[in-house]
């Protein structure tokens, strides 16, 4: 997204003492968690909005009939996760945060109609099958000593295929076509997940001690949150029982 992840600081921390190196691990492990305590409370948020957005009559008939309505709050997150991605480099530490948390709570209202469409019980498996997954795949892009940098640029063409193939799918509304798509964006986002983890990690390294911490630890968050949403919905493709 932007630039964020190049903000061009220098760090302050040096890695050459033995002190040095407990700082830094140390500050490592506080910035990761602090990540994965964005990126899963953003999460548990959405799902919590979605599932009483569902539950209600207003939002049963807003995802029913909601005409214009509904394709607000379907596009809404699209726009703000653009904001946030272009203007971090500008903004506010409490200003991305705001950003993310409202982002969460849209999306929330967007992925309501899952409710609608998928049995509880399915939803539920699929959502502890992309839990596994995904802690197993981010936790290998934490841990492994292999360079990942090179598989980015076949995800994020894989990506743009990806997204090419679901807007001819829109007008060609093939069952067949879709499974596809479902198989190539679990695996696609399954890549990112690790991909992503070691790209957040690495970017420790280059904010630490600066201004912009604060504000990587909310994009290494919406990055990873997107990944396990994603995977979640192809996945659903899948796993889901339809009501």
Same mark, same amino acid.
């Given at each position: =997204?932007?630039?964020?992840?190049?903000?061009? =600081?220098?760090?302050?921390?040096?890695?050459?003492?033995?002190?040095?190196?407990?700082?830094?691990?140390?500050?490592?492990?506080?910035?990761?968690?602090?990540?994965?305590?964005?990126?899963?409370?953003?999460?548990?948020?959405?799902?919590?909005?979605?599932?009483?957005?569902?539950?209600?009559?207003?939002?049963?008939?807003?995802?029913?009939?909601?005409?214009?309505?509904?394709?607000?709050?379907?596009?809404?997150?699209?726009?703000?996760?653009?904001?946030?991605?272009?203007?971090?480099?500008?903004?506010?530490?409490?200003?991305?945060?705001?950003?993310?948390?409202?982002?969460?709570?849209?999306?929330?209202?967007?992925?309501?109609?899952?409710?609608?469409?998928?049995?509880?019980?399915?939803?539920?498996?699929?959502?502890?099958?992309?839990?596994?997954?995904?802690?197993?795949?981010?936790?290998?892009?934490?841990?492994?000593?292999?360079?990942?940098?090179? *598989?980015?640029?076949?995800?994020?063409?894989?990506?743009?295929?990806?997204?090419?193939?679901?807007?001819?799918?829109?007008?060609?509304?093939?069952?067949?076509?879709?499974?596809?798509?479902?198989?190539?964006?679990?695996?696609?986002?399954?890549?990112?997940?690790?991909?992503?983890?070691?790209?957040?990690?690495?970017?420790?390294?280059?904010?630490?001690?600066?201004?912009?911490?604060?504000?990587?630890?909310?994009?290494?968050?919406?990055?990873?949150?997107?990944? *396990?949403?994603?995977?979640?919905?192809?996945?659903?493709?899948?796993?889901?029982?339809?009501?």
């Amino acid at each position: =997204m932007a630039n964020w992840s190049d903000p061009r =600081m220098t760090t302050n921390a040096s890695p050459t003492s033995i002190g040095g190196q407990a700082a830094v691990h140390a500050g490592l492990r506080s910035y990761m968690l602090s990540v994965y305590n964005y990126m899963a409370s953003g999460v548990l948020l959405t799902g919590l909005v979605a599932m009483l957005f569902a539950n209600s009559t207003i939002g049963q008939n807003i995802l029913t009939h909601g005409g214009a309505l509904r394709w607000l709050i379907i596009l809404a997150p699209l726009g703000l996760v653009m904001w946030l991605g272009m203007g971090i480099n500008r903004m506010s530490e409490n200003t991305a945060k705001t950003i993310f948390w409202v982002y969460a709570t849209l999306m929330g209202l967007s992925m309501a109609t899952v409710f609608l469409i998928y049995t509880r019980e399915s939803i539920a498996t699929t959502f502890f099958a992309t839990a596994a997954a995904f802690a197993s795949l981010s936790l290998y892009g934490y841990t492994t000593k292999k360079d990942l940098s090179g *598989f980015g640029t076949f995800l994020i063409m894989g990506l743009v295929g990806l997204l090419v193939a679901s807007l001819l799918n829109i007008f060609f509304q093939s069952s067949t076509m879709s499974l596809v798509i479902s198989f190539i964006g679990v695996l696609l986002f399954a890549g990112l997940t690790a991909y992503d983890t070691q790209k957040i990690k690495s970017m420790y390294f280059m904010v630490q001690g600066s201004d912009f911490l604060g504000k990587a630890v909310v994009m290494g968050a919406l990055t990873l949150y997107l990944d *396990f949403i994603n995977m979640f919905q192809f996945l659903l493709s899948f796993l889901g029982n339809r009501e």
